[in-house]
């Protein structure tokens, strides 16, 4: 009955994988990396989604909307690029920047695919989110040779102060990244021991693969997003201390090496690999990097993704939505904020999400959005309680998880958002099929005829 089963399904997935997969019709896109080749190249590959999208879906309570997503339950499901696999693409559950986690995100259908980018002390490129959090994203502490590198070395807590410890990614070399197991994000601040320390995610995450996850470095990340049956696109980032004040304070750069160079070494990295600029979605909360991208290296520029968090507080949420039209003055054609800026509640006892002032400006900007970061939030009925960052702006108005797709369809179909990155991209890649969206598309960004500065030309 089983085998029976998996026979009809399969075939039933393959015909649909064949029809799906329109955009790639070149040679199996291997380039080498082992332990991945599926057995039939192209074709022996599904999609799947898991129980979550459904959850959510019958979590909702009745709407158009509801019957809209319930009706696209038995797919078609195909890879599109709207589903952007954060940090790899199921980090709800999987270490963040591993091998692992960007399998899983391919298989939820994420057709763009991220690897934020850090530096080493011998000048190499490796995923990881910050330059400094290898100590509480790796198991660095557990090697005590690394850990006596770290730019403040592991103390426990005590009676007045909690555990604490800073390892950057510019304290060690690549070969000696490469020896470092990925583990979910967290750290136990009360922990006494660098055992104990590794521990103190969220209750709602889990550490089932904690199994010594593979840590990547930026060119095995273009190998395997590159080798992925389908058509994949990537997202890397370009990490420094712009946005993260431990980055500011630790990380040592080589000597001479400037911020310039490792902006210029970034986009090298996918030209030597002979990558499409089209295939790549470049990002930078650093605007100097994203001006030098759309100057030095125009092709990869005018699709370079600015990120935003300039408007936490309301009143550099103001300035920050001001300041859109002079961001797209100078070049930039994509806006990537948290998608707490483009929501605000309203109505009778807040209990309406409607769009915010930052939606309507980067519109009338004509910038195109990219938002972030969709399910990093945990439970929606304790997003109010636990003062979470993504839902701050609407917090009156969510409260069960059926709301996910509530919130999304708003980003979707009143703001009109080109992708959105998330930890668990079957969410986004259900809704994206069921509503046919296929994502930002290169094409959309090439040099308009006549425009000067700005396009590099
Ligand atoms: C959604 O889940 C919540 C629990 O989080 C429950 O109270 C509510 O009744 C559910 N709604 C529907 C429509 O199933
Ligand atoms: C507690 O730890 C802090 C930081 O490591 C240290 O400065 C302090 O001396 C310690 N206190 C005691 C009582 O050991
Ligand atoms: C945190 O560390 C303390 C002290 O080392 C230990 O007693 C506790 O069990 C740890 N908690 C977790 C979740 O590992
Ligand atoms: C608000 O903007 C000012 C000026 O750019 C900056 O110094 C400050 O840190 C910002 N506040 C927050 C909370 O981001
Ligand atoms: C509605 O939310 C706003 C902030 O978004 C808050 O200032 C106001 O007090 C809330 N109103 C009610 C009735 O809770």
Redesign the pocket.
Known sequence: MRSTFSVLASVALLAEVVSAAPKYSGPPKYSGHTGYEPQVPELDYYISLGPRPFYIVENMTDSPLKTKLKSCENGPFKITDFSIGHRGGATLQIPEESVENAMAGARFGAGILECDTSLTADKGLVCRHSLCDLHTTTNILLNPTLAAKCAVPFTPANATSPANAVCCTTDITVAEYLTLCAKMDGFNASATNVEDYQHGIPTWRTELYDTCAKVQTLESYIDLIDSLPGYRNFTPELKSGADDPVTAQYAKYPPGYTQEDYARQFVNTFIKKGIDPQRVWMQSFNPPDVFLWLKEFPAFGRQAVYLDESGDTPENYTTAVARLPSIKAKGVNIIAPPFNYLL???G???QSIVPAPYATAAKAAGLDIIAWTFERSGPLAQVKASDDYYYS??A?AVHTDGQFYEVLDILVHQIGIKAIFSDWSATVTYYANCFGLEGPKSADYQKPPGKGYGWGW
Do not use: V
């Open positions: 605000m509640q309203a009778p006892d807040n702006s609407i009156d």
